[in-house]
């Protein structure tokens, strides 16, 4: 069933749990999420809302959870296994938030595993490259634009407190936040994980400094790598992985836009993750600025995606996230809001 709630340029589309489905191709909603389709320009962008189940229309915060990089569909199914859409498990927090988190640009919802590249990134079935809609969207104010429209829209759903919207980027959408945050709309508090507030060029180069299989050759080629960016910003051709566009967005300076957010900020990351050094050093930054909206967890021993090491390798056994969450949750919670 397709409810259309306003004939305007920004719809907001219900699936309802009443859609039926062949058992060959299940939907969002058979695996226990609403799927909205909002009308952006001429976009229909998908997002999927967990809630408490009976609880769907209760009035609650909404906490909004930014992707990283790729083309990767959120429901990922391999035979009877489904990977989960959020990193963490939602349903510790059901009680207190609706969960949402919105579908890359071109990419599918729900994919088998089979059908996916290493990373279970989604390529197009034809030209075996990213999705042309992704490629011409995948760039740093695009998702800014997007998610802020979308976040106006469910603001204005009785089932939202509006007032008391939470969003968490990840990686990449670590940056997509900070740009968030440094502009008044309706977040109330951005939480900041796992990024470089020095942009992603210089993550790019800092592993190439710190890795003990490469040279400083090989740091000389990301720096011309760079060279070639800045000549053709606005270049768009994925064919071959990220356009220029894409990375010259990505590879600002988010240090400054977190400099302006006024709202709580949360930065959580690893100690071993590349960008580790330049997030201490985003902290003496806002202390320098007597910055108090700022709150900051370092995980000791912990690397970009929160896995521990052993033997000096990568323990994917050490999965963290689980923790990590309950952490940033209980500070959403009571970080003050609008």
């Known amino acids: 069933m397709i409810v259309k709630l306003r004939p305007l340029t920004l719809l907001l589309v219900l ?52 992707q990283g990089s790729l083309p990767i569909p959120l429901i990922k199914c391999d035979g009877s296994k ?14 207190d938030f609706h969960l949402a988190i919105i579908s890359k640009p071109g990419v599918p919802l729900v994919a088998q595993v089979k059908d996916l590249r290493p990373g279970f990134m989604w390529v197009d079935p034809k030209t075996k490259t990213f999705p042309q809609a992704y490629c ?20 204005k759903q009785k089932w939202v407190d509006a007032k008391n919207i939470t969003v968490m980027g990840h990686s990449e959408g670590s940056t997509v936040v900070a740009r968030m945050a440094a502009k008044p709309g309706p977040v109330a ?14 993550t790019i180069v800092a592993r190439q400094r710190t890795s003990a299989d490469t ?13 070639s960016v800045v000549a053709a910003p606005n270049q ?20 400054q836009d977190l400099s302006k957010a006024t709202i709580p900020v949360y930065i959580g990351y690893g100690t071993r993750d590349a960008a580790a050094l330049f997030n201490d ?31 000096g390798t990568i323990d994917y056994d050490q999965f963290n996230w689980d923790r990590v969450a309950r ?12």
């Open 327 to 338: 952490e940033f949750f209980a500070w959403a919670k009571q970080a003050p809001a609008k």
């Open 189 to 202: 508090r951005v939480i900041y994980l796992s990024g470089n507030p020095m942009g992603r060029m210089m």
């Open 236 to 255: 768009n051709d994925c064919s071959t992985g990220d356009s220029n566009k894409t990375t010259y967005s990505f590879s600002g300076v988010p240090l």
């Open 281 to 311: 050093y985003l902290r003496l930054e806002m202390i320098r600025k007597k910055k108090t909206n700022f709150t900051f967890k370092a995980y000791p021993g912990l690397e970009h995606n929160f896995f521990g090491f052993k033997n």
């Open 15 to 66: 699936l309802t749990t009443l859609l039926r489905v062949s058992a060959q191709q299940k939907t969002a909603v058979d695996f226990g999420y609403r799927h909205l389709t909002i009308l952006y320009g001429k976009d229909s962008v998908e997002v999927l809302v967990r809630s408490k189940p009976g609880e769907e229309l209760k009035k609650k915060p909404l906490f909004l959870f930014v």
């Open 136 to 155: 011409q969207r995948n760039y740093l104010a695009y998702y800014v634009a997007r998610n802020t429209a979308v976040l106006k829209c469910l603001g």
């Open 215 to 227: 040279t400083n050759t090989a740091a000389d080629e990301e720096f011309r790598y760079w060279q």
């Open 82 to 95: 489904t990977y989960g859409v959020f990193p963490f498990k939602p349903d510790e927090y059901l009680a």
